[in-house]
């Protein structure tokens, strides 16, 4: 059986797949690194807490990346907030 480009059917089937899949990479990321909604919630979270000096790098700030920010750990492929790290080492000084 020989490999043959001559049949456009399976050209097509094969663009559409790697079309598809790319597709999928794209939207399963997020540019920016976090989701809006995500970063309101963590300042809330924060905020909850009268010690403002505990994470001074969470603030409410357009340009800043909640992904980013000390404790916060994002999945790299979604962009989405899944961990608070050491939290509870933190709130009982």
């Known amino acids: 059986m020989e490999w043959s ?3 456009p059917w399976l050209v097509m089937m094969i ?10 990479q794209v ?6 690194g976090y989701f809006p ?3 309101k919630a963590l300042l809330e979270f924060k905020s909850a807490y009268s010690n ?4 001074p790098s969470w603030v409410n700030d357009s340009k800043s ?5 000390e ?13 608070l790290n050491h939290w509870l ?3 009982d000084q």
Do not use: M, P, Q
């Not at 663009?15 to 999928?24: D, M």
């Not at 990346?65 to 920010?69: I, V």
């Not at 404790?71 to 961990?83: K, N, P, Y």
């Open 5 to 7: 480009w001559k049949k």
């Open 15 to 24: 663009a559409i797949i790697v079309i598809g899949l790319l597709l999928f």
């Open 27 to 32: 939207s399963g990321s997020n540019s920016s």
């Open 89 to 91: 080492d933190r709130l």
């Open 71 to 83: 404790r916060v750990t994002c999945d790299r492929s979604s962009g989405h907030f899944f961990r």
């Open 37 to 39: 909604e995500e970063k």
């Open 65 to 69: 990346n909640c992904c980013e920010w």
């Open 52 to 55: 403002e000096s505990l994470l």
